[in-house]
């Protein structure tokens, strides 16, 4: 059975930093594109950085490059998400997710198979 869990969300300031971690279970990571999504309030699920199966190739939102940075750790079966200079518009329910698809459809949410239950980002000014 395959499962996502992330971890590592919380309420921080603004300019503040955090880390979330999604730890994978019941699939060979280094088979699978990973990716973080997230979700505020009253608004979709929007794509905010993915991870190709090895790491060699990295793709982010515009509205978190430069501040994010996404990593693997295919043995540890784990992906991270670095978040710094939070704003308060970074709050929300941020999900991690795997893909068997190709790296050219990354950004595309119905090309995940599999998602994690989320975990809280609250970024207060």
């Known amino acids: 059975q395959v499962q996502l869990v992330e971890s590592g969300g919380g309420l921080v300031q603004a300019g503040g930093s955090l880390r979330v971690s999604c730890a994978a279970s019941?699939?060979?990571?280094?088979?699978?594109?990973m990716g973080w999504f997230r979700q505020a309030p009253g608004k979709e699920r929007e794509f905010v950085a993915a991870i190709s199966r090895v790491g060699m190739n990295i793709y982010y939102a515009d509205s978190v490059k430069g501040r994010f940075t996404i990593s693997r750790d295919n043995s540890g079966n784990t992906v991270y998400l670095q978040m710094n200079s939070l704003k308060p518009e970074d709050t929300a329910v941020y999900y991690c997710?795997?893909?068997?698809?190709?790296?050219?459809?990354?950004?595309?949410?119905?090309?995940?198979?599999?998602w994690g239950q989320g975990t809280q980002v609250t970024v207060s000014s």
């Open positions: 019941g699939l060979r990571l280094s088979t699978y594109v």
């Open positions: 997710a795997a893909s068997r698809a190709g790296w050219d459809t990354n950004t595309v949410k119905h090309e995940y198979d599999y």
